[in-house]
């Protein structure tokens, strides 16, 4: 079995000159969903022993959104409500929706989702950060919004500068790479950029395999007709749309392919779909702080095989990268693909170690 996996070691950069000149590129499929991703491993040491929860994503949203605010705020406000710089702010631009034309009608309610994913290491111990150690954090950011990287990351030099509170500890900022989706090393922030950051990669999204396995890392909380999703509850459509209108307003609202599929059938093959097995269970959470919010959801491994994945594979392929359920923009929802074909995923062989 084949696993696709999220983050391996970075692979050294490549030799673009030793390649042959092969600017062809396959046609895009208009049923596909496409999204642009560039994605950036942040290095921090640990100068302070640390103790955060199993899941700290709630932690470095905090702690990079603070930074990145009083770094790009020009009114010094602790809000964006009624900013009067809504289309040179890039803070407002990526963290508040700022400005911004939606193609996409939004459900009532909801909210255009942030071009961002932060995934914490699931390989580090957050409950034990020894000082000397260092600790790995992805930030992803999805689609063609006018984005400046290179500003963006300039606006952690605070970070690198003095130790920040992590938890009960202190971190340092010391390096930003850059990564392709193949995870080869495109860039490097020390201080400042080596190398100018990259413009986003397009997913390139494989065949469709036989049998296919979601093994879902991290909490995975869903909801269907209102009511939470549990292990003896959940059937694959349930968990299906929510990736779908996930995917869909992600490429609306930020620059990438809307697909032309009819989701109404598409949700009635899922619930029709043969040969899934799931292999659940319940794990429970909580955000701490004053005030608590629940953080539970599913684990385990789902199983899919059979001659008719090939109208879910593009959605599923995108979905290890955006996650799904609530909470997917800071590491929840996550899982990852194991197929038995032998397809290279666009992450293969990018899975590090912190």
Same mark, same amino acid.
């Given at each position: 079995?084949?696993?696709?996996?999220?983050?391996?070691?970075?692979?050294? /950069?490549?030799?673009?000159?030793?390649?042959?000149?092969?600017?062809?590129?396959?046609?895009?499929?208009?049923?596909?969903?496409?999204?642009? &991703?560039?994605?950036?491993?942040?290095?921090?040491?640990?100068?302070?022993? =640390?103790? $955060?929860?199993?899941?700290?994503?709630?932690? !470095?949203?905090?702690?990079?959104?603070?930074?990145? +605010?009083?770094?790009?705020?020009?009114?010094?406000?602790?809000?964006?409500?009624?900013?009067?710089?809504?289309?040179?702010?890039?803070?407002?631009?990526?963290? @508040?929706?700022?400005?911004?034309?939606? %193609?996409?009608?939004?459900?009532?309610?909801?909210?255009?989702?942030?071009?961002?994913?932060?995934?914490?290491?699931?390989? /580090?111990?957050?409950?034990?950060?020894?000082?000397?150690?260092?600790?790995?954090?992805?930030?992803?950011?999805?689609?063609?919004?006018?984005?400046?990287?290179? +500003?963006?990351?300039?606006?952690?030099?605070?970070?690198? /500068?003095?130790?920040?509170?992590?938890?009960?500890?202190?971190?340092?900022?010391?390096?930003?790479?850059?990564?392709?989706?193949?995870?080869?090393?495109?860039?490097?922030?020390?201080?400042?950029? %080596? @190398?100018?950051?990259?413009?986003?990669? $397009?997913?390139?999204?494989?065949?469709?395999?036989?049998?296919?396995?979601?093994?879902? *890392?991290?909490?995975?909380?869903?909801?269907?007709?209102?009511?939470?999703?549990?292990?003896?509850?959940?059937?694959?459509? &349930?968990?299906?749309?929510?990736?779908?209108?996930?995917?869909?307003?992600?490429?609306?609202?930020?620059?990438?392919? %809307?697909?032309? =599929?009819?989701? +109404?059938?598409?949700?009635? @093959?899922?619930? $029709?779909?043969?040969?899934?097995?799931?292999?659940?269970?319940?794990?429970?959470?909580?955000?701490?702080?004053?005030?608590?919010? =629940?953080?539970?959801?599913?684990?385990?491994?789902?199983?899919? *095989?059979?001659?008719?994945? @090939?109208?879910? !594979?593009?959605?599923?392929?995108?979905?290890?990268?955006?996650?799904?359920?609530?909470?997917?923009?800071?590491?929840?929802?996550?899982?990852?693909?194991?197929?038995?074909?032998?397809? +290279?995923?666009?992450?293969?062989?990018?899975?590090?170690?912190?």
């Amino acid at each position: 079995m084949t696993s696709l996996p999220w983050d391996q070691d970075p692979k050294p /950069a490549h030799d673009k000159t030793k390649e042959s000149k092969d600017t062809t590129s396959p046609t895009p499929n208009p049923r596909e969903p496409g999204l642009p &991703m560039s994605r950036f491993r942040m290095r921090f040491a640990v100068l302070r022993r =640390a103790k $955060a929860p199993h899941f700290p994503g709630h932690l !470095w949203r905090s702690m990079l959104t603070r930074h990145w +605010r009083n770094h790009f705020c020009e009114l010094g406000h602790g809000t964006c409500v009624g900013c009067e710089h809504p289309r040179t702010c890039l803070f407002g631009q990526l963290f @508040e929706n700022q400005d911004r034309d939606f %193609q996409m009608p939004l459900v009532r309610g909801s909210k255009p989702p942030n071009p961002w994913v932060i995934r914490p290491s699931l390989k /580090a111990d957050w409950h034990q950060l020894l000082v000397g150690r260092t600790v790995e954090v992805d930030f992803s950011l999805f689609g063609s919004g006018p984005y400046d990287v290179a +500003r963006l990351f300039d606006g952690l030099q605070s970070m690198q /500068a003095r130790s920040f509170q992590f938890g009960s500890g202190r971190l340092r900022l010391r390096r930003v790479i850059q990564l392709s989706l193949s995870g080869e090393r495109l860039a490097t922030w020390d201080g400042a950029w %080596q @190398e100018p950051p990259q413009t986003p990669d $397009a997913m390139v999204i494989p065949p469709a395999p036989r049998r296919v396995r979601l093994v879902f *890392e991290t909490p995975t909380r869903l909801k269907f007709a209102k009511e939470l999703v549990y292990p003896d509850t959940f059937a694959f459509h &349930m968990m299906f749309r929510v990736l779908t209108r996930r995917i869909s307003m992600l490429c609306a609202c930020h620059g990438g392919r %809307q697909p032309r =599929a009819d989701f +109404r059938a598409l949700i009635k @093959e899922a619930a $029709a779909i043969r040969g899934v097995t799931a292999d659940l269970s319940w794990r429970d959470g909580d955000f701490p702080g004053k005030h608590k919010r =629940a953080m539970g959801g599913l684990v385990g491994i789902l199983t899919l *095989e059979g001659d008719r994945l @090939e109208p879910f !594979w593009p959605w599923l392929w995108l979905g290890q990268f955006v996650g799904v359920g609530k909470g997917a923009p800071i590491g929840l929802g996550r899982y990852r693909l194991e197929v038995e074909d032998a397809v +290279r995923s666009p992450s293969e062989e990018s899975r590090g170690t912190v």
